[in-house]
Structures are given as C-alpha cells and as structure tokens.
C-alpha cells in the first residue's frame, strides 16, 4: 500500500527485533533532574544501559498539549527550555540528538484514528530531554515526540497509543514522560530537608494505581476518576497522566510491569514509573 511506503522504507534495513522493544512509563519530575545526579536521573542512566540500543526514541511529554495530534518531523529538533526559575546551569543545557522525517512520516501513516500532523517548530521539550539525555548522552539516538490532543478523553489516547505497537517490532524505544501523581498547587515546599513524603491521599492514589498497573486492569486507569476522590488532588489536570496510557496502551499479553523509582515527594507529587517488556 502506497500509505505504508515511508514506514516501509524505515523499516527495510532494520529487520524484526529478536524480541520487541520495551516500552516505559518516567516520572520525570523537576527539570533539575535533567542535570543532578540523584535516585531518579541514575536510574534513568542505568535504564539506558539495560535495555537494548533503540533504532530511535519516540516521547509522549506532558509538555506537548495541542489540539489535534502533531509528531516532530525535523532534522534537528531544538532543546526547549519551557520553565522559569531554575539555574542558569539548567537554561544552558543543550540535547542535539537529531529526529527523523522518515521516522515521522512512517508514524504519521502507521496512526488511523486521526489525522497527524508532522511539526517543524516544537522540539524536544524537558519531559523528553532532562529524560534521555541521561539515558543516551550521547546524542546519537533520533529523538521524536508525539503530542498530546488535550481536547480528547483518556480513552482515545489509550486506543490511539495502541497503533504505535509496530513501531517496538522495529526497535523504537517508546517513552510515556509525565507523573501519576501531579499538583503542584499542594506542593509541601516546607519539607524540602526531607522531600521523599506523600499526603495520605497522594499515597492513598500511589497504591491504587500501581495495584491496577501490576493487576494489569487498564480500564480502571482509564476510568481514574471512579477509583477514588482522592483522584481529583492527585490528578487536578490530566496532562502529565496521559502520558501513562500511551505507556500502558502498548503492552501486549504475557507481559508483566516492573516498577522502578517509586517514591512520592513533597507530598503532592509522585516519580513512580513503569518498564513493560
């Protein structure tokens, strides 16, 4: 079919993987892990190490809302530094890992439930890069991000995640970049001496969506706001959620998530994320 030429094209010189790519949900957390070591950042680090080179790393960031669905299609994607407030340390950090039109187009066709569009302005954003670029400093890996129809419900990010299963039969790596639990507004900033602790109910909403994670129940994830009424502090806006559905969308029978970094801080927030595959 002409509408899978690109996909074709990509795929000719890559072959079937022997097994296909994991797929991970991060929490990424402040932009400051972007550029400290701590649990978090080495973990990513030793993430990059594990798992199998990919062919290319494709993000879905909390970062990138959009009306409609949009992938990143340049040759060389800018480091977008779209916070206030950090170091200029932070501000100074460039990831000149390059993208991949082909890649792009091969996404773009590979998707039927809407109409993408291919981008030429975004970038790569901190839910991506303070991510990668512990994993693969290098900058030698294309780096691609999908973007996030806000105007859309949980389920149609779920099922729109799932025509990207292809992609990990051809060693893409896909990356969920968000946060379970995200409100800022409740932040503890009185705790930053000791900045691992969680209200009861961000703890309460931890549990619960780890519970359904390894129960491997998505539906319920899909449906959070029936799982408590502590989902309305842990999730006042879904952006750094729906990350977790492209996540939990790809993952196929017999596969079991593994959970790593899982620790709540300053009491409203949580780093808890996911490998499957």
Not at 213 to 232: C, F, M, T, V
Request: contains cysteine; charged residues 20%.
């Amino acid at each position: 079919m002409v509408s899978l030429q690109s996909f074709r094209n990509f795929t000719d010189g890559l072959g079937e993987q022997d097994r296909m790519m994991p797929v991970l949900f991060i929490g990424h957390g402040s932009p400051m892990n972007g550029i400290e070591d701590n649990t978090f950042s080495e973990r990513w680090a030793q993430m990059g190490e594990e798992l199998p080179v990919p062919a290319a790393v494709l993000v879905i960031s909390a970062h990138w809302l959009t009306r409609g669905t949009h992938i990143t299609a340049m040759e060389h994607p800018r480091t977008i530094h779209d916070f206030g407030g950090f170091p200029p340390a932070l501000h100074a950090v460039q990831y000149p890992a390059p993208g991949d039109p082909v890649l792009a187009k091969a996404t773009q066709q590979l998707i039927t439930k809407t109409e993408v569009g291919l981008d030429h302005e975004w970038g790569l954003d901190h839910g991506t890069w303070t991510v990668v670029r512990r994993m693969y400093p290098e900058a030698h890996i294309p780096v691609l991000q999908l973007s996030i129809d806000y105007h859309q419900p949980p389920q149609y990010h779920y099922e729109l995640a799932k025509e990207l299963a292809a992609l990990r039969k051809k060693g893409v790596l896909i990356i969920g970049s968000g946060n379970m639990v995200h409100n800022l507004r409740m932040v503890a900033w009185d705790r930053m001496d000791r900045p691992e602790y969680g209200y009861d109910w961000c703890i309460e909403m931890n549990e619960l969506f780890k519970k359904h994670i390894l129960d491997g129940n998505h539906q319920a994830l899909i449906d959070y706001e029936k799982l408590s009424k502590s989902a309305r502090l842990a999730i006042p806006t879904p952006d750094h959620y729906f990350p977790l559905l492209y996540t939990l969308a790809l993952q196929t029978s017999g596969e079991q998530p593994v959970l790593f970094n899982d620790k709540e801080l300053l009491g409203s927030l949580t780093m808890t994320s996911v490998k499957i595959g």
